[in-house]
Structures are given as C-alpha cells and as structure tokens.
C-alpha cells in the first residue's frame, strides 16, 4: 500500500502565499513523478504542476510565474509554493504520486485525500 498525505491548505487573502506539501509512504520501489491537481465545484480536475525524478517540471498556463513545485526524492515529499494567489485559484489541491510498488511490475497512480485552499478576502 502506498498512501500520500497532504498538508498546508487553508484560507488566504488575495496576493497571500501558501505552501503545500506531500509526502509519500508504503511500500514504494521507486517513484517517477508527483504532482498536484486541483478541483474547483463544478468543474473539472485540472493538472497544477508535475515533477519528475529527473527534475523536469511542467505547470498549468494560469499559475506560471506564481506558483513553484519542488521535490525532495530523499523524503519522497513534493512541495508547492503558491504566491500572489487570486480568488480564481480557489479549489481542492490533490496530490498526485506515479509510483512503482514494491513486487509491482508497473507504474500506478496514487492520490491524496485533498486539501481545500480558499483564495478570500
């Protein structure tokens, strides 16, 4: 079993900051990537931002340049700096994790039970 847990959500003004993090625990081989998602009511879940093993990372247009994922492989945690946030932003942030389970042959998807960020003044 491998299970994520996540912390750091909560409500904020306009233009705050907050920091997510997730850390991964279980029976883990390896992990290629994390990640975070978000769903706002009434919409779809959408992709934050990814990191991969190697440190590539990738990020949804409407948070470049404000929010900033990173990772520690050593603690098998993933962190997501959120800056200058809006109302728009305001969702349910789920942590995502591609794992490789040990006695697994392939890579599978683990989630987070979420954490509500509100963006509100």
């Known amino acids: 079993q491998v299970q994520l847990v996540e912390s750091g959500g909560g409500l904020v003004q306009p233009g705050g900051s907050l920091r997510l993090s997730c850390a991964a625990s279980?029976?883990?081989?390896?992990?290629?990537?994390m990640g975070w998602y978000r769903q706002a009511p009434g919409k779809q879940r959408e992709l934050v931002a990814a990191?991969?093993?190697?440190?590539?990372?990738n990020y949804a247009d409407s948070v470049k340049g404000r929010f900033t994922i990173s990772r520690d492989s050593a603690k098998n945690t993933v962190y997501l700096q959120m800056n200058s946030l809006k109302p728009e932003d305001t969702a349910v942030y789920l942590c995502?994790?591609?794992?490789?389970?040990?006695?697994?042959?392939?890579?599978?998807?683990?989630w987070g039970q979420g954490t509500q960020v509100t963006v509100s003044s």
């Open positions: 990191v991969t093993t190697g440190g590539s990372t």
């Open positions: 279980g029976s883990i081989l390896s992990i290629y990537a």
């Open positions: 995502n994790a591609r794992v490789v389970p040990i006695g697994a042959r392939g890579e599978y998807d683990y």
